[in-house]
C-alpha cells in the first residue's frame, strides 16, 4: 500500500472512470458526490478510517459516484491486485457479504441523488455551498 496526500480540492477519482484502486482515509475528509443533470449530490463524507471506491474494486467496474478531497488529506492507496489477493484468502460469505452490503449503499445512493436529497447526515448546506458546488463541477469536468 502506497500513502498517496490530497490537497484540499484534489480529485481522488471520478464517477464513471474504471476502478483500478480503492483508498483508505488516514486523515482528512473525502467528499463523495454523485452526478445529476444539473447538480453534484453528496452521498458519504469519508472521515479517518472510512474507505472509498470499495464497491467498484469489488464489482470490477467502474466508480458509482466522484471523490474529491474536501480538507488536506492522506489516503493510502489499495491496488486491484492487493484487493483481490486479500479477498481471495476469504471465505465466500466474505464476498457475499460485502456485495450484499455494496448493493445496499448503492440503492441508497442513488435513492439520495435522484431525489435530490441533502441531508446533514452526510454534510451540513454551510460546508457545502453553492460556489462550492461549482468548484468541484469544474474540478470533475473542467470543459463545462
Not at 488529506?73 to 489477493?85: P, R
Request: contains cysteine; neutral net charge.
Amino acid at each position: 500500500m502506497e500513502t498517496v496526500n490530497a490537497a484540499f480540492k484534489s480529485v481522488i477519482f471520478k464517477e464513471g472512470e474504471k476502478a483500478h484502486k480503492l483508498f483508505i482515509v488516514k486523515s482528512g475528509e473525502i467528499l463523495c458526490l454523485k452526478s445529476t443533470k444539473d447538480r453534484l449530490i453528496p452521498v458519504f463524507l469519508a472521515k479517518e478510517g472510512d474507505v472509498i471506491g470499495e464497491s467498484a474494486m469489488v464489482q470490477d467496474s467502474t466508480y458509482a459516484y466522484s471523490a474529491i478531497s474536501f480538507s488536506n488529506s492522506e489516503l493510502l492507496e489499495v491496488t486491484s491486485f492487493s484487493f483481490k489477493q486479500v479477498l481471495g484468502k476469504s471465505p465466500d460469505w466474505v464476498l457475499n457479504l460485502v456485495k450484499t452490503m455494496i448493493s445496499r449503499f448503492q440503492v441508497t445512493s442513488s435513492l439520495v441523488s435522484e431525489n435530490r436529497i441533502f441531508h446533514s447526515a452526510i454534510i451540513n448546506e454551510d460546508r457545502f455551498t453553492p460556489e462550492v458546488e461549482i468548484d468541484f463541477k469544474k474540478l470533475i469536468n473542467p470543459a463545462h
